[in-house]
């Protein structure tokens, strides 16, 4: 008998433990995607799906699953939103359809090309050992007296299908970090963004005005488009991923006719403008109209300068690609 007590108060320390690192794991989270603006609770949310996957894997969610992601919630701040609070109960009381929860893994996908490849590598971590606890409360079992939780076979299945996706994010992560930005469509719209975000928060005019740029600029209107500048405009990418993206903007106009890279770079620092127009915050601006801030001034300049080499890297690459016999692009 004495065993099977030091067994079982073993096994309470070890889930007193687990049940302290997963709120920390949370903690940890909630600051490496900045989840205290309560406007961000539909990225708080995502960052639960995985949770509440592992969670229905045996077709039902316990008690004690739900009061920790309810926890993990609290601290994300869901809880004092009613509309959040709403979306995060209807999917722990109705189960996810299997393609949804890899569109879930899609969107995590999405969040993290905007981050720093070590704080990408530390967040999935993190995401990894919340998933991981849960799913250890999926099945009970018993030693002498005492009753425990451990991970269920079904579980371990859905938990390896995480850490599956996990290596993916990890893989494309170093992608891009490699190669850099190659989505030449979306390009265009990335200044618009870097501007925005330049006062440290994207207003609903600047958000509204950038996706009808979108339009406009006859980007096409794609899911994944559409799913990847609204994780632009949710979570602000680093300043190395701007300054890679516009160099690559910068070659993809080059790479086009003087003209078309003219009118091109004019286009997008004129919208560029118009975005820094909407938020305001400069009461001396002397010409007039809307106040801009310093920081969106002097972002702007910074785009402008870039872009400002598109006419001299233009104009070689033309000639170049007539000399060798080829059509002009």
């Known amino acids: 008998m004495e065993a099977y007590v030091k067994a079982g108060l073993e096994a309470y320390k070890r889930r007193r433990r687990a049940e302290q690192e997963f709120l920390e794991h949370t903690e940890r989270i909630k600051y490496l995607i900045g989840l205290d603006d309560p406007e961000r609770y539909e990225t708080a949310i995502l960052?639960?799906?995985?949770?509440?996957?592992?969670?229905?894997?045996?077709?039902?969610?316990?008690?004690?699953?739900?009061?920790?992601?309810?926890?993990?919630?609290?601290?994300?701040?869901?809880?004092?939103?009613?509309?959040?609070?709403?979306?995060?109960?209807?999917?722990?009381?109705?189960?996810?359809?299997?393609?949804?929860?890899?569109?879930?893994?899609?969107?995590?996908?999405?969040?993290?090309?905007?981050?720093?490849?070590?704080?990408?590598?530390?967040?999935?971590?993190?995401?990894?050992?919340?998933?991981?606890?849960i799913g250890e409360f999926s099945e009970k079992y018993t030693f002498g007296l005492w009753r425990a939780h451990r991970l269920g076979e079904n579980e371990q299945e859905?938990?390896?299908?995480?850490?599956?996706?996990?290596?993916?994010?990890?893989?494309?992560?170093?992608?891009?970090?490699?190669?850099?930005?190659?989505?030449?469509?979306?390009?265009?719209?990335?200044?618009?963004?870097?501007?925005?975000?330049?006062?440290?928060?994207?207003?609903?005019?600047?958000?509204?005005?950038?996706?009808?740029?979108?339009?406009?600029?006859?980007?096409?209107?794609?899911e994944q488009n559409l799913r990847t500048l609204a994780r632009w405009l949710d979570i602000r990418p680093e300043d190395e991923f701007f300054q890679a993206a516009l160099v690559g903007l910068r070659e993809h106009l080059a790479s086009h006719p003087e003209e078309h890279s003219r009118s091109a770079k004019y286009d997008i620092l004129s919208r560029c403008a118009?975005?820094?127009?909407?938020?305001?915050?400069?009461?001396?601006?002397?010409?007039?109209?809307?106040?801009?801030?310093?920081?969106?001034?002097?972002?702007?300049?910074?785009?402008a300068k870039i872009l400002n080499d598109v006419i001299v890297h233009a104009g070689p690459t033309k000639e170049l690609s007539t000399a060798n016999g080829g059509n002009k692009v």
């Not at 701040?77 to 709403?86: D, H, I, P, V």
């Not at 899609?106 to 981050?115: A, L, P, S, W």
């Not at 989505?183 to 207003?203: F, K, Q």
């Open 158 to 222: 859905t938990l390896d299908h995480s850490e599956k996706r996990i290596a993916e994010i990890l893989t494309d992560q170093a992608r891009l970090s490699a190669d850099g930005i190659n989505d030449s469509e979306l390009l265009r719209l990335i200044p618009l963004v870097h501007v925005a975000w330049a006062d440290g928060r994207v207003t609903k005019r600047e958000r509204k005005m950038i996706f009808a740029s979108l339009v406009d600029m006859q980007i096409p209107e794609s």
């Open 274 to 303: 118009t975005v820094a127009e909407m938020s305001g915050g400069n009461g001396s601006f002397v010409a007039g109209g809307q106040r801009i801030c310093e920081e969106e001034i002097d972002t702007v300049k910074h785009i």
């Open 47 to 133: 960052f639960l799906t995985p949770l509440i996957s592992i969670a229905w894997t045996d077709g039902r969610v316990a008690r004690h699953e739900q009061d920790y992601i309810l926890h993990a919630a609290e601290i994300y701040g869901l809880l004092e939103n009613e509309a959040a609070y709403a979306a995060l109960m209807q999917h722990l009381h109705s189960k996810p359809h299997p393609q949804q929860a890899e569109t879930w893994w899609d969107e995590i996908t999405d969040v993290c090309r905007m981050m720093d490849s070590g704080e990408c590598a530390a967040l999935v971590a993190h995401l990894y050992q919340q998933i991981k606890f």
